[in-house]
């Protein structure tokens, strides 16, 4: 018995195997019939699988009984006796398996309990389904296992067991030809390879059509070749004996035709490439061409309309393919415990009436008290700004306003003309005699939008609003009447003939005599008091370009600028000897000295300066007080004395480096100081005390000692074009006049910069002039005025200068554009002369 | 050494972040960004260098200030505009899938965002709420008149939303009839303007004018977004609704009143609240010390207004010490006993009713306000929306043509009526009793003034006064003629009651012979008292003036022709005035000081004269405008 007991063992473990799956179908839910039979398929197979091993090693031991009961078996059933074996061994370790039976029932009531569901009414359900699964599908597999119903005492267990043996393809028709090998057709035979072996054989299959060798009854061999080869040959190929077959006789051409016209299924005929003779076509291939040629099937039994059957779709016929040969878990298809706790604890919660379903949630009131005495508002963040209030509307928005406020035609129409976001109002004032006549006001909503719009789209910026008197923002000055003595009106105007344009004036250091140079070409001596013509030379050389008395007072100098020469002149018939005495041997020692008419400047070591000569006038004229005429380079524009009138030095025009020269005049001597001038010279100026020179540029004033001969400083005026340079007497405060309308104030203590850039005259200055010792300046420009103005320079050099503008003195006209062109304040007095475009040299007093 | 600094990460590029990045960092969309500014009132602003704070970029571009924006990241209201996001996707899935009941039961779990937080937020004073009253109460109001079945395409706007806009509108109007707040109400082309004084935190007072356009429909232009007017009607119907339940709580009332429906549809506006009294003492205790305040408040009011006696005054001081006195003044519910919630129960009063109510506990302001005496019939072609409000603000009682199709109420004393109407019939409706007919500009020239004006010129029928603006703002011109023809319309109201009607046919020759007299009258200037020239020479002297006027009074010339000399001294003086300062060249001095100015400051100096000279501009064309059609009137009048 051991064997015996070795396969029931083995069939045991194979048993226990499956018995768990089998159990789990048992509990299987609704939704999971699919799975269920999958399972069994599985189960199945694997059975299958066991049994070849079990055969394979039990044949020896089994092989009388075993083969006895197999030749009992019908043929189909392929290996039964193991599955009634299993079955034996089931009923035999029956004890065993009740007991996980039980197991599995105690589970049952376990989770019945818990979950509420009656575990063996659903199985009681499923049962029934199965069983009826069986009686259709699967009954005539498990019918053959005769001792089925004699061991069916447990219920569940055979039901289970006839699970087992069902086989998969049985339940599904349409694989029944597969499996047939399976299914045992063919005869065992003894092998003769294994001894006491045996083999299954198979009958042959019979070719049917469709099968490939049933079309082969062409006799030629040669295959697929191009038979053009076999043209020179008597034969066109070999039969399947290897015997020619020669090549069937063949009519020429004529007989061709004459087939084809006599032989009415000539056209049904077709030549056979193989046999080089002609075939009739049988009905069905013709049928077949036919419907290629109508592009049909071919097969005349296709039907294109035949009902689908769904062989892997629709209801029932779901293929599920398990990824994974794991069994399906438990908690796929038994509701969840735990779910069902909570379910019960709310529906408990709701029999009770501690839960209301759809119960609105309890809201906040929609209003409430927000806002308490004890607000604070934090607002005073700095970027915190609250969005501007409307303005209240204004007696013009009235319906019934006063009639001043309503528009006059003109107004009107501006109003319709002006865009709408420029219009001052944004409505047209309208007056009704009631209020019923009130039409409603068409752009409200607008309005309202607009007035949203601005609230979230218009950037807030904060704006100062400045509640200031405007008059505050003026300066507090000095009232003009406190600054007292300074011209104010005319009192002697000089006239000259035909009005030519006076370009310069000048006043004689006494204070007794005004210089003018004139565009005719004569300087003209004025009496300043009375304004008589004293004195006048032509020196017929174009106009005069600049001419300036010396400011040394024991001398009577006079220097004129005119084209390409500068003359010395004094009247020295107006003034007293001793004056006169001085000024003729100040200007005529250096004569004496070199004893000739004409000299050549003097610093002959000086390169450049070879074409200035000092030349001796004739006798006549130096009777009448020409006293040295200079010829120098180009247009000389400006003469500028030192204090001490010896030295004075000219700034002229087209004459590249020699533009600016110094001239000594007790020596008769010219320098010039710069090799090469730093632009185009306007202006120079020596300074009062210091052996300094100040050279005007275009736009900037470069202060350079003289005396080391190095430059100190260079003033930045920032103006386009400097007109005009004066220094203040005390020699640390300058101001310029420039073309682009500006006075320009620097301090030479303070900065390099100005102090203060005014603009006040409306055109371009001309001149620019300190008062040689009261507080005062006066500036002269193309708009025809003078402005006066006081200055105090204080010793403290912590104060600022102060400067008060004091009066505007009008009465040059314009001429050509021009103005006033040159001023020159008398000495000592508050007064002032001034030159004009107009040919009028006015002296203006206090 | 000192830390590198790099672009981009201190200054206006790091205070200002664009609209765009602002979108990029909230991650929401563009319509949600505009939802959350209106809402939360952030706005662009304008940084001094658009350039840097662009990091280096010149394209246009709208800056917020970054901060702003920080404060937006953690806004509740964002979360729940993502929620409603997920909240629409789902509901259009399970429309589209048919699911009926899954949407149905997601509208009910419909996440709402509240606004309450953004009231307290952005106001956190009652006083700041108030101030900023004016905006909303104009929507509110705009959106109440708006047509309540939408319009297709032009207006989509809820019905609902509509009634809640009446309603409010009504309520507060309520409120202001309660307290009796109305200040001043302007008749203008727009609509009408009215102005409350609201007792604000602490007791301070705030005005709050908004503006109600006339009774027609409105014209809704296509360019309209109505999708940001009603944004911002979201947050202004909160805040109102917040202010309102502040401004009933205060005054002991519940809040919302009970709209009583069967007047409300009758077509009563205001009459159709039903004021409801608090009853529980708690309520009351908590709100005794804003009570105070109130009172406080309403005192303010009186002492600014001037008009209450003094006694009155000075009872109250004496009850403001002791607290049972305090009780009183709250009015308290004769039943305190049972707490009754509900409002349905409550003892309802109606507003017809209320002024008799609230006559005992308020019985000294009610007796001082300006139409207590009377009551006034209102037409039928009269806006009772506005006049009711108006006369029972002011303590008037009204008898509107909805009670009574014609005026046969005894208690009548005014008819207001905005139509011509003939004497006869006017007496015949009269029937014996004497009423005073006016137009409605009577009743707003009364409550401007505070006083009660002569109804002279206000009849049916005649060429009203002008209606000028309550508001006297900047550039509004001193009418001290009409004055005068207010003070003569009045003294001829006085004698006409005695005398005849020829008083102002003397008055009018009057003024020609003056005016013919003038040219002589400028030359010889010594005719003048010397008071009186001195005071026309310096006519913004007020002390001179009353100098003049104290002469003029012992000389016993009469108010009015003073003022005529006056006018005509001051005119004389004027011409001489602008030869001398042409000859004496006071300008010319200015001028030179004006050079010494630094060119910052000249500018500065050159715009507000600018701007000085605009408005001297504006007002001499209106002086001229005046004048000229004055001597046209005359010519006319003469012809």
Redesign the interface.
Known sequence: MAPRNATASSSRAASSSISRPVKSNGNAGPSTIRNKKRAVQEVSEDEDDEDFGAAGSGIDMSDDEDAEEEEDEEDEEEFPEFDSEIEDDNEKDGDGDDETEEEEELDDEESGSESGYNSSDIEAMYGEVDEDDDQEDYSPITSPSSSHKELSTDEKLSKMIAKNSIKPDDSLGTDAKISRAKEGVGRLVPSKLVEGGYKREYDDYEAGYGSESSTEDNPNTVGNIPMEWYDDLPHIGYDVNGRKIFRPAQGDELDKFLSNTEDPAAWTSAEDRLLQQSVQLTDKELDIIRRLERAENPDADYDPYQPTIEWFTGEGNERVMPLSAAPEPKRRFVPSKWEHKKIMKIVKAIREGRITPNKPSAAKPTVYAIWSESDQSNLQHAMYMPAPQLPPPKTIESYNPPEEYLLTEEEKKEWEETDKEDRKIDFLPAKYDSLRLVPGYKNLVQERFERCLDLYLAPRTRKVKLNIDPESLIPKLPAPKELKPFPISTSVAYRHPESSIVRSVSTSPDGLWVATGSEDGIVRVWDLGNGREVWKWDLKNGAIQHLSFSPYKDECLLIALVSGKIAVLSPVALVSPSVAANTLTHANTAFASSAATTKIGAGKDIKGVESIKWVRPNENERERGVLVYVEVPGTPKQVSWHRKGDYFATVASDASNKSVLIHQLSKHSTQSPFKKLPGQVQKVIFHPSKPHFFVATQRYIRQYDLSSQTLVRTLQSGVKWISSVDLHPRGDNLIIGSYDKKLAWFDLDLSNKPYKTLRYHTKALRSVVYHPTLPLFASASDDGTIHIFHCTIYQDLMQNPLIVPLKILRGHKITDGIGVLDLSWVSGKPWLVSSGADGEVRLWCS | MAKIKRKGESGAAKNYVTRNQALKKLQISLSDF?RL??LKG?????PLNKKRANKGSSAPA??Y?H?DIQYLLHEPLLVKFREHKSFAKKLARALGRGEWALAKNLE?AKPVA?L?HL??ER???????L??L??PL??VH?FSTLPTNPIPGKTLVPSSVIAECSRLISEWKVWAIRTNSLRKI??????I?YECEVPG??GESVKV?WLE?????????TD??FR??LT?LDLYRTLI??T???LY?EENLV??PPLDVELDEKGESVGAFRLVEKKDNLGVESSK??KK?VRKAIRGIKASTGDVDADVEMDEDEQAGNEEDDEEFVERPTKSGEEVEDVATAPLTTYNSLLATSSNAASTSKQNLLFSPYTFYLSR??SSRTWEFVIRAMGGKIITSLNSPTPSDDSITHVII??PITVERMREMENGRKWTWI???WVADCVNRQKIISSEGYHPGQ??P????P?D?E???D?PW?EDQQNAAITAAQEEADQEEDVIEQDAPEEDESEDEKDEEEIAGSKYPPALLASSLDPENVSLLHAAELEAEQNGVSYSAFRNQLKEAIKANSKDGSTKSQVGKKG???D??????SNK?AK??EK??YS?REKAAEKEN??R??LA?EKRKRKEARA
Request: proline share 6%; with cysteine; glycine share 6%.
């Open positions: 505009r500014c209106i952030i706005y662009p602003r304008e709208t800056f200030y901060k009910d509240r309450d009231v307290k106001y956190p004073t009652f006083t700041l709420a101030q900023d004016q905006d104009n929507l705009l302007f008749l203008g082309v727009k609509g303007y935190q602490g004018r356009g006339y009774e027609f429909q409105q014209h809704v232009p309209v977004d940001i007017l911002f609704s917040f309102l339940f502040k709580t809040y919302p010390v804003s305040a072609e009269t905005d139509r137009q409605p500009q060429l009203l002008p209606h000028l603006s508001w703002g550039g509004e011109l009418r009409l010319g001095e200015e030179l000081r004006k050079i010494m100015m400051k500065l100096y507000m004269q000085n209106l002086e405008k005046r059609i």
